[in-house]
C-alpha cells in the first residue's frame, strides 16, 4: 500500500499568514489521485482539494493544492482563524486508499 | 443536499460483531451510483479506509480487515451497513460514512456523516 508522510506535524502560525502543508507518498499516487481534507474537532473530514490541484464546491480560493509523483503541497495563502485545524491528505488511486498521519495548524 | 448518517450501537463486547448503518437522505441511492464508504478514526488518531461497496453490490475492502469486514447496500431503504467482526480493543474509533464526489472509483470523498463513536469495552 502507498504510505503517505505529512510534514510539518504541527505548524505554529498567525492569522494572515500563509501556510505551506507537505505530504509525501512513498510510491508514485497515480493520475495525481489525490485529497486533501480538513478536520475540525468534533467534527467530520472536509474535502478541500482533489485530484491534486482541483477545489471541491464551495471552497475558499485561498486553498490551493499542487504537485504530482510522489510530491504534493496543500498551500493556505492568508490564514483565516477559522483555518486552524487538522489537514489530511489522501490517495485514492491505488486501493487501498491511504491517509498520511495529519498536519495541525495551529494559532501562534 | 445529500445527507449521510450512521447508527448503531456505541458499545461493543470484544470478540463480537460489530454492525453500523448508513442512512442517506436528501436524495435517492437509485438515482445515481457511487462508491458509497466506511472510514473510522480511532481517538486521536488518523483516518483509515475500511472500504467501499458500489451501488450494484460490488465491494473492496482494506486487506488490513477484510478478513473481518463486510458492507452491504440495500438501495429501496437508502442504507448501506458496516459488520467487523471478532472486535478488539483496537476497533474502538468514531465511524464514518461517507460518498465520493463522482461515481468513478477514483474519487475523493465529498460527503460524510457526522461519525458515530463505537468503543469496544467489557
Known amino acids: 500500500e502507498i504510505v503517505l508522510t505529512q510534514s510539518p506535524g504541527t505548524l505554529s502560525l498567525s492569522p494572515g499568514e500563509r501556510a505551506t502543508l507537505s505530504c509525501r507518498a512513498s510510491q508514485s499516487v497515480s493520475s495525481s489521485y489525490l485529497a486533501w481534507y480538513q478536520q475540525k474537532p468534533g467534527q467530520a473530514p472536509r474535502l478541500l482539494i482533489f485530484g491534486a490541484s482541483s477545489r471541491a464546491t464551495g471552497i475558499p480560493d485561498r486553498f490551493s493544492g499542487s504537485g504530482s509523483g510522489t510530491d504534493f503541497t496543500l498551500s493556505i495563502s492568508r490564514l483565516e482563524p477559522e483555518d486552524f485545524a487538522v489537514y489530511y491528505c489522501q490517495q485514492y488511486g491505488s486501493s487501498p486508499w491511504t491517509f498520511g498521519q495529519g498536519t495541525m495548524v495551529e494559532i501562534k | 443536499q445529500m445527507q449521510l448518517q450512521e447508527s448503531g450501537p456505541g458499545l461493543v463486547k470484544p470478540s463480537e460483531t460489530l454492525s453500523l448503518t448508513c442512512t442517506v437522505s436528501g436524495g435517492s441511492m437509485s438515482s445515481r451510483s457511487y462508491y458509497w464508504g466506511w472510514i473510522r478514526q480511532p481517538p486521536g488518531k488518523g483516518l483509515e479506509w475500511i472500504g467501499s461497496?458500489?451501488?450494484?453490490?460490488?465491494?473492496n475492502y482494506n486487506p488490513s480487515l477484510k478478513s473481518r469486514v463486510t458492507i452491504s447496500v440495500d438501495t429501496s431503504k437508502n442504507q448501506f451497513s458496516l459488520r467487523l467482526s471478532s472486535v478488539t480493543a483496537a476497533d474502538t474509533a468514531v465511524y464514518y460514512c461517507?460518498?465520493?464526489?463522482?461515481?468513478?472509483?477514483?474519487?475523493?470523498?465529498?460527503?460524510w456523516g457526522q461519525g458515530t463513536m463505537v468503543t469496544v469495552s467489557s
Open positions: 461497496i458500489y451501488s450494484s453490490g460490488n465491494t
Open positions: 461517507a460518498r465520493p464526489y463522482g461515481s468513478s472509483w477514483y474519487s475523493a470523498f465529498d460527503v
